[in-house]
């Protein structure tokens, strides 16, 4: 049973830079695993922000970026806005399967 | 525009199933991948299963197997994701999601309840 670690909540202050990171349990993320990256905020469903680990979608704002750093896929928020609080999950492809980490709840503060 | 509309909420009794309907349009149903993704009240997302419909391939979370079943009916744009044998912690809502993750339908709450 493969699984995805997340921190579980990161405080920010506004215009400040916060780095998330999504780990496997299986080893180091590469590009391999293809990691993506949703922002969900309450009563909403998830909106993607980046796929293929660090590719943005028409809507990712700029201030969204992705990579690979330490062995794990990391997600930096960069200029961080009061509307950037959310919950966000990365996801993970391994052959077959896919998986979502645990979460992380961003609060801007 | 791309959409993806699915059924709605249900209420169920443990130890039945039920099917959740997810209908595409805006775009041609058989070239994009589909997911189901659900949540949990208060939890994080849960990846289901994934499907081609076109080939009808299917691939299931290994929790799942046996218990799901992902279909589509291409001449209506339409997926299917049948859960048997409910129990209470499948209360959740219940998402499908365009191949690449871009579009989401609006979620399907399932209560399981007896």
């Known amino acids: 049973q493969t699984v995805v670690t997340q921190e579980p909540s990161l405080t920010v202050s506004p215009g400040g830079t916060v780095t998330l990171t999504c780990a496997s349990s299986t080893g180091a993320v590469t590009r391999n695993n293809y990691p993506n990256w949703f922002q969900q905020k309450p009563g909403q469903a998830p909106r993607a922000l980046i796929f293929?680990?660090?590719h943005k979608h028409s809507w990712t704002p700029a201030r969204f970026s992705g990579s690979l750093l330490g062995g794990k896929a990391a997600l930096t928020l960069s200029g961080v806005q009061p509307e950037d609080e959310a919950d966000y999950y990365c996801?993970?492809?391994?052959?077959?399967?896919?998986?979502f980490g645990g979460g992380t709840k961003l609060t801007v503060l | 525009q791309v959409q993806l509309v699915q059924s709605g909420a249900e209420v169920k009794r443990p130890g039945a199933s039920v099917m959740v309907s997810c209908k595409a349009s805006g775009y041609t149903f058989t070239t994009y991948d589909l997911n189901w993704v659900r949540q949990a009240p208060g939890q994080g997302l849960e990846w289901m299963a994934w499907m081609n419909p076109n080939s009808h391939n299917t691939a299931y979370a290994q929790k799942f197997q046996g218990r799901v079943t992902v279909t589509r009916n291409t001449s209506i744009n339409t997926a299917y994701m049948e859960v048997s044998d409910l129990r209470s912690e499948d209360t959740a809502v219940y998402y499908c999601a365009r191949g690449p993750y871009d579009y989401w339908g609006q979620g399907t709450l399932i209560t399981v309840s007896s």
């Open positions: 996801l993970l492809y391994y052959g077959g399967g896919q998986v």
């Open positions: 293929t680990t660090s």
